[in-house]
């Protein structure tokens, strides 16, 4: 698997085991149902399928200040279905069907992009990855998810391409 043009935080190895472990969910069902109904990062932090999925990652990812990541990642992966070449942004953009409308309006994809606190994000982004009929890149949906995790904790980067709000406007908009 190559690394992505998209992907800015991921190493090209970290994204193979990701893709090997939502794999192995299609096999392990009882994991994908638990983490599925899981509301919030908090309620995935205390599954039994969300310790198997920190025993798949690298040991970084079970470090204490990127758990919290890790159980929003493990959380929102368990929603997709299909695993697509399309980024998170433009899969958005894209019609559900020939000649329709895009997958998400124009309303609901900036109040994603606001979203302020992380149940706010969590809640908007098991939203659209239902309106996206669970189709899309995983490690792009990853990426994205840990780059918001990290812009709310950290100054944004000078370089505005570097910038997930950017990225996905400029997904969203050239695909609309």
């Not at 190895?13 to 096999?27: H, N, P």
């Not at 329709?100 to 994809?109: T, V, Y």
């Not at 606001?114 to 990855?129: D, G, H, N, P, Q």
Request: charged share 30%; aromatic share 10%.
């Amino acid at each position: 698997m190559k690394q992505n043009s998209y992907s800015i935080l991921f190493r090209e190895d970290e994204q193979k085991v990701l893709a090997k472990w939502w794999r192995t969910l299609d096999d392990n069902r009882a994991d994908r149902a638990i983490l599925r109904r899981a509301g919030s990062a908090d309620d995935v932090l205390l599954t039994p399928a969300f310790s198997r999925f920190l025993n798949a990652m690298p040991r970084h990812w079970s470090e204490p200040n990127r758990i919290y990541d890790s159980a929003m990642v493990a959380g929102l992966l368990a929603r997709v279905n299909q695993s697509t070449s399309v980024s998170f942004a433009k899969s958005l953009a894209m019609p559900r069907k020939t000649g329709g409308k895009s997958a998400m309006n124009e309303l609901r994809f900036r109040q994603l992009q606001k979203s302020r606190t992380t149940s706010e994000f969590f809640l908007r982004m098991v939203r659209a990855i239902a309106l996206i009929d669970s189709k899309v890149d995983i490690c792009s949906l990853a990426d994205d998810v840990l780059l918001w995790l990290k812009e709310q904790r950290q100054p944004l980067n000078k370089d505005p391409h570097r910038r997930l709000a950017v990225r996905w406007a400029f997904d969203y908009y050239t695909n609309t």
